[in-house]
């Protein structure tokens, strides 16, 4: 199956700042993580939450540009600049997705502050 048309949406719903349809795309047993440090960011939808109303309440518009994006089965990878991240700066990112019932089960990030 291929997942690149929910990942999309999920994008979209995140820079709309549409928290219910951005969480909707999310599994039960949402886990989120940075990959290079093993730092776990949320565990559990409710924690996703919980994580993302803050966000989309404290930013003037988060938005996320694709810049490349591989498909893999399940698994997508997106390289990603994503600004107003956690105030007003600017990140670049490898996001990896997990899917499992068609809804992302795992996230895990590669970030780096832009200048």
């Known amino acids: 199956m291929d997942y690149t048309h929910i990942v999309e949406r999920f994008l979209e719903a995140y820079n709309q700042k549409d928290l219910a349809t951005f969480i909707g795309y999310l599994h039960p047993d949402f886990e989120s993580y940075l990959l290079d440090t093993q730092v776990t960011l ?8 919980a ?5 989309f309440e404290e930013v003037p518009g988060p938005f996320i540009r694709v810049l490349n994006r ?10 990603q600049i994503i600004e107003h991240f956690e105030g ?22 590669v970030r780096r502050d832009l200048p």
Do not use: C, P, T, W
């Open 70 to 79: 591989m498909v893999n089965d399940n698994f997508i990878i997106d390289d």
């Open 88 to 109: 007003n700066k600017a990140i670049h990112a490898f996001s990896i997705f997990e899917f499992q019932d068609s809804l992302i089960r795992k996230a895990s990030f």
């Open 42 to 49: 949320s565990r559990g939808k409710e924690e996703a939450i």
């Open 51 to 55: 994580i993302y109303k803050k966000r």
